[in-house]
C-alpha cells in the first residue's frame, strides 16, 4: 500500500476522516465503494506557490463514489438537503483525534436518555 492516497492525502489521514464519519457516505450513509469528497470544492490554499484544492480536514468528508460523481463541483448547501448539512457541518466540527471518546458520550448519554429513570415522570 502506498503511503498516499489520490490526491496526495495520506492513508493514514484517510482513515481518521472515514472513521470520524463511521465509515459511511456523510450524504446516504452508504458503507460500499468510499472515496473522500471535498465539501466546498472551490475553497483553495496556496501550497508552494501553486493554487490547490483545500486539503483540510474540515473540507473532507467521507463520500460513496455514485453521490461524489452526482454532488461533482456542488457545494455542500447546493447538493444536499438541510438536514444532512447539519449533520455533516456536526461532523465537521469534532476534532479528529478525539472523535470516538465524543461518539462514545454521546451514545452514552443517548442511552441513559432512554431509561426510565430519567423520562419525565408525570
Avoid at 12 to 27: G, K, M, T
Avoid at 57 to 84: E, G, M
Amino acid at each position: 500500500m502506498s503511503k498516499n492516497g489520490s490526491k496526495g492525502i495520506a492513508v493514514e489521514r484517510r482513515w481518521q476522516i472515514y472513521s470520524r464519519d463511521n465509515l459511511a457516505c456523510v450524504y446516504c450513509w452508504s458503507c460500499e465503494d468510499l472515496t473522500l469528497d471535498h465539501v466546498d470544492p472551490t475553497r483553495r490554499k496556496t501550497w508552494n506557490g501553486r493554487d490547490i484544492e483545500d486539503h483540510s480536514n474540515d473540507n473532507l468528508v467521507t463520500c460513496c463514489r455514485s453521490c461524489n460523481s452526482k454532488k461533482h463541483t456542488k457545494s455542500l448547501d447546493q447538493f444536499a438537503p438541510p438536514a444532512i448539512v447539519a449533520k455533516v457541518r456536526l461532523q465537521l466540527a469534532l476534532d479528529i483525534p478525539d472523535h470516538i471518546t465524543a461518539m462514545k458520550q454521546k451514545t452514552a448519554y443517548q442511552t441513559i436518555g432512554q431509561l426510565p429513570l430519567f423520562q419525565e415522570v408525570a
